[in-house]
């Protein structure tokens, strides 16, 4: 077997800390705009059957056990204890988390903050900002454009003595669809008046200029990038990532699949551009290790960076994890059985892919000594 | 093994009365617009070697014989006793079927009815309309602008009263790449009066706005309406499937190789949208599990349908349904193997794609209680 | 075990004739416009892991040994005796050498010409001529629009008596994105005069119309005409195929992927289309069998070519080669295992895609008997 270390989540959100009935757990294991179609659930999935093989015997249930027998114990443990013994059992020892995030399903005082997930499982915290955010708080704090911008700028260069990277969820689709170039200061301004002019407080940012603008000062803070790539073609991404070239800020292109192995190939292509390989696993579930060998075809081991994406359930941290390191296993293992590879450098591999290409990008030091080699 | 229950196919077609020689039915067989190149032979695909392996046995030949040794035992049998002892080895219990359609190839009158296909396979079958046929027709019997929009609206309402199904090859092509939405009354006018203008009786529907427009009267009927994706990118399913949300009509894609996994996704994306997971296979052969594990990746498996997609040769109809339900064993046996799912949820999950999706879409029924378990 | 023949290599360069030291041979390997990412090494890749596989043991070391010493060995015996044992060792008998090449890393000279590689690799060689070099030549040469136009058609024609293939790097990207067709004179001469009044000896062309006008021109000709897809979508080819159906010429699709599944495809759409296996399969190493077998869905098997793609790095050659035979033998191996396909059907296809169908397509006769059921 491959050794897989403990892992560096370098996506994650906090979790709930209210009890969940089995309607609630299921809409945010669905994760979808809406409920199940008729006749449907969404445990009937490959997220759903994964929750089911992985997270009941953290609790002391059997695998596969029905999702109201497993509802029923994580209430009678408490929300509390049962993220704990989940959390606990996931094999991560460092979540970097997307904080104070927006989103139609999101009340953000629900979440954990990062201090509270770390000691939940004890482990290691850190802040990822998103981009938007820091530019909607910015307004809403700002009487005139020049405030504004210069409230941004400030907030921004804040953030990243702190922070660890920046993350932006509207660059691919909006913000560089057109153009991947900084805009000048007067369409920076002229866009900013117009937003300000029609925006109420709370609204969040969906024009293309700034969004590009706010992603252009954060690149220039020389601080990892991590952008959403959805379902959208890549091809964006290759432009900006050309424009970019030489500047000193990684990008790192969060959920690719079903188009994973063209972010691989853009990891390949260019020196900053890394991809994730962990966020698409929870989705695919029994599928997982296909879609990681797919991603490991054109990515140089080096550029690849494990992430649950989870966000509300710690379920989906464990799964996400749980999936990756057996997928990983599995893969690489097979590969040296194959004759294909050296045992040697799959266990380097492995390595690289759970923690250290992570700990490298995003400066968290070496880990402990004894994290190694935690199969 | 997993059981896998008597199949609904939910798109196919008639099959030929005439006997074939050789070439007719190699023609039959590649389903290209020519000949194929020289020094190639359309035997020599997946299709080709999947037909090759399926159907010989069940003419009392030994499988991956050679085409002129099984096209001459198909013709001593007769097109007839071939096509019954095809079909009803092939395990599908309910063809849906697309009646009258076109297509360049295509005589309608050379193809078996859907009553005839359900005496020759022991089956039911129940039929699909397509919607630029009926589009066609009521412009073949009207006098003017009026009497035609009239028609039309009549002929989707009154096909709405029989048929399970609407079908359309060229909504995603043609009708839906610029514009989701539904036409409005002068438009729509606008674009027939152009169209009966310059139109000779029997040419086929190519104009955009009226091929949404067909499309949209299809949607209020509430009846589940099939589009064929063909090779294009389904991205402008995306923003016709936001706009149909809620309005009760399913969108069952079809035909989504080699982007079966958008396909898929989307299926997961909207509570009303349906992934087809039969076509691809036939064209697939020995890569069909492959295949099929790629579409079982995101969409919820109760989305998920099988269909043969088959037209002309049984053996197409034969061959699908064979490859699916041996692709459906081994890769849900691989994932109860593997531990990540449990036996049970196998069976069901295969229950539910192979024909319990279909019978709650379509409202079949549900089935012959001794077809379950049937493996 | 299924019989691979010797194969022909239809798309590949000459080597280096220079000793290398361990950072030229990196930034060979990785083929990228830069270098490594910081902490990074182009040897961590799948492909750096097959030619570490693959490559010492022709040298006498064993497979994955360290880099560095795979390097002292090979500047030990020489790049020349390194050379002959790699391409001895990879079992090509035929290269078709893509010639007087440009592109930002090369210099002409460095590379050998057709006849050292087939000397040193003990192989027959012939040429593929790149269009765009021609084009850069007649304009080298020329004074006015009239003499490089009549230069061109010339010089198109002079190389289709010798070469077996033209090539065209830049058709996909820049020359049929916008329109599939020839332009006429008039559009021709003006892009003529635009071009050469601007240009500078030496420089590349890139003018969209003309490398429409060339690629036409060799189209004429009847040669078979290979093009690069690199990372763009191939829908642009299917337009240009249609528009070139029938006129005589066959179209080879090169480097496919990951949109390789959509290349195979419009192999099987058009009888004139070709897709090539072989590319693709160095840079993903030992995933390369699972790439084969994707490739291998939808296109007829007379349809598919294998190339290296190899430039300046026998390794490249080897590697590929190697890792080809190797998914060949493991791909079809397991449909024989599973039933699907017959065991001779499987050694028919194997040398199809080896050699036979190059050998049919490119004109180079039957090969050597003996070459047969070298496995």
Same mark, same amino acid.
Request: net charge neutral.
């Given at each position: 077997m491959t050794d897989v270390p403990a892992l560096v989540d370098q996506h994650c959100h906090g979790v709930l800390r209210t009890e969940l009935g089995i309607g609630t757990f299921e809409a945010r294991l669905g994760g979808a705009a809406g409920p199940p179609a008729p006749g449907t659930t969404f445990f009937d999935t490959q997220k759903g059957f994964a929750v089911r093989r992985w997270c009941p015997p953290l609790l002391g249930l059997e695998p596969h056990c029905p999702p109201a027998r497993y509802l029923a114990r994580r209430r009678e443990l408490g929300a509390l204890e049962a993220g704990r013994r989940l959390l606990r059992g996931s094999g991560i020892s460092v979540y970097l988390v997307h904080t104070g995030s927006g989103g139609p399903l999101t009340e953000p005082s629900e979440l954990t903050e990062p201090s509270e997930l770390a000691a939940a499982g004890a482990a290691e915290a850190r802040e990822i900002v998103p981009l938007e !955010?820091?530019?909607?708080?910015?307004?809403?704090?700002?009487?005139?454009?020049? /405030?504004?911008?210069?409230?941004?700028?400030? @907030?921004?260069?804040? @953030?990243?003595?702190?922070?660890?990277?920046?993350?932006?969820?509207?660059?691919?689709?909006?913000?560089?669809?057109?153009?991947?170039?900084?805009?000048?200061?007067?369409?920076?301004?002229?866009?900013?008046?117009?937003?300000?002019?029609?925006?109420?407080?709370?609204?969040?940012?969906?024009?293309?200029? !700034?969004?590009?603008? +706010?992603?252009?000062?954060?690149?220039?803070?020389?601080?990892?990038?991590?952008?959403?790539?959805?379902?959208?073609?890549?091809?964006?991404?290759?432009?900006?990532?050309?424009?970019?070239?030489?500047?000193?800020?990684?990008? +790192?292109?969060?959920?690719?699949?079903?188009?994973?192995?063209?972010?691989?190939? !853009?990891?390949?292509?260019?020196?900053?551009?890394?991809?994730?390989?962990?966020?698409?696993?929870?989705?695919?579930?029994?599928?997982?290790?296909?879609?990681?060998? /797919?991603?490991?075809?054109?990515?140089?081991?080096?550029?690849?960076?494990?992430?649950?994406?989870?966000?509300?359930?710690?379920?989906?941290?464990?799964?996400?994890?749980?999936?990756?390191? /057996?997928?990983? @296993?599995?893969?690489?293992?097979?590969?040296? @059985?194959?004759?294909?590879?050296?045992r040697a450098d799959a266990d380097r591999v492995a390595g690289m892919i759970a923690a250290g290409n992570a700990r490298r990008i995003y400066g968290l030091g070496d880990g402990p000594p004894e994290s190694a080699g935690q199969g």
């Open positions: !955010l820091l530019a909607e708080r910015a307004a809403d704090a700002s009487g005139t454009v020049a /405030e504004f911008l210069a409230g941004l700028a400030e @907030a921004v260069h804040t @953030a990243a003595a702190s922070a660890v990277a920046f993350t932006s969820a509207a660059a691919v689709r909006q913000g560089l669809a057109l153009d991947p170039r900084a805009p000048g200061p007067g369409t920076v301004r002229g866009a900013a008046g117009r937003w300000l002019a029609g925006r109420r407080t709370g609204d969040r940012l969906t024009d293309p200029v !700034l969004i590009r603008h +706010v992603l252009w000062i954060a690149v220039a803070t020389g601080l990892p990038v991590q952008l959403r790539l959805d379902d959208g073609d890549p091809l964006p991404i290759a432009d900006f990532a050309a424009a970019t070239m030489g500047l000193g800020a990684d990008l +790192v292109l969060l959920h690719g699949y079903p188009h994973h192995r063209r972010a691989a190939q !853009l990891a390949g292509a260019f020196p900053h551009v890394y991809a994730d390989l962990g966020h698409a696993l929870v989705h695919t579930g029994a599928r997982a290790a296909a879609v990681l060998a /797919e991603t490991l075809e054109l990515a140089p081991f080096g550029k690849l960076l494990f992430s649950s994406g989870a966000r509300g359930l710690p379920e989906l941290h464990v799964v996400a994890a749980r999936i990756f390191r /057996e997928a990983v @296993a599995r893969v690489l293992g097979g590969f040296v @059985a194959d004759g294909a590879w050296a």
